[in-house]
Nanobody, 118 residues
Framework: QLVESGGGLVQAGGSLRLSCAASGRTFSTYNMAWFRQAPGKEREFVAF????????LYADSVKGRFTISRDNAKNTVYLQMNSLKHEDTAVYYCAAGSTGPFKGYDAWGQGTQVTVSS
C-alpha cells in the first residue's frame, strides 16, 4: 500500500515536497516512480528511482527543478519540487514495481493534489 502526502496550494516559484509511504517489508527491493495527471490530460511520467537509489530519471519538463529520493529505512520515497510552475498543477501519484521506469508498476497510491497559482 502506498500513501502520498505533502500536496497543497503554492504560488508559482515556490516549493513543495511530496512523500510516499509504503507498507510492507519489501519496499527496498522495489523501483519507485512519480507520475502526475492534470485535468483533461493523460497521466504522465515525472521521475523514477531504482531500488538502491543509484539511478534516477526525470521527465524533461521537470529536469533541474524536481528531485526524487528515497529512504529505505523509512519505506518512503520523496519528490522535492522547486521553482514550481502553473503547468505543474496535477494530481501526483507514486508507484512501485519491479520494472519501470515508464510502465510495469504493481502498486499505486491514491494521489495528492498539487496546485500552483500563477
Amino acid at each position: 500500500q502506498l500513501v502520498e502526502s505533502g500536496g497543497g496550494l503554492v504560488q508559482a516559484g515556490g516549493s513543495l515536497r511530496l512523500s510516499c509511504a509504503a507498507s510492507g517489508r519489501t519496499f527496498s527491493t522495489y523501483n519507485m516512480a512519480w507520475f502526475r495527471q492534470a485535468p483533461g490530460k493523460e497521466r504522465e511520467f515525472v521521475a523514477f528511482i531504482n531500488w538502491n537509489a543509484e539511478y534516477t530519471l526525470y521527465a524533461d519538463s521537470v529536469k533541474g527543478r524536481f528531485t526524487i529520493s528515497r529512504d529505505n529505512a523509512k519505506n518512503t520515497v520523496y519528490l522535492q519540487m522547486n521553482s514550481l510552475k502553473h503547468e505543474d498543477t496535477a494530481v501526483y501519484y507514486c508507484a512501485a514495481g519491479s520494472t519501470g521506469p515508464f510502465k510495469g508498476y504493481d502498486a499505486w497510491g491514491q494521489g495528492t493534489q498539487v496546485t500552483v497559482s500563477s
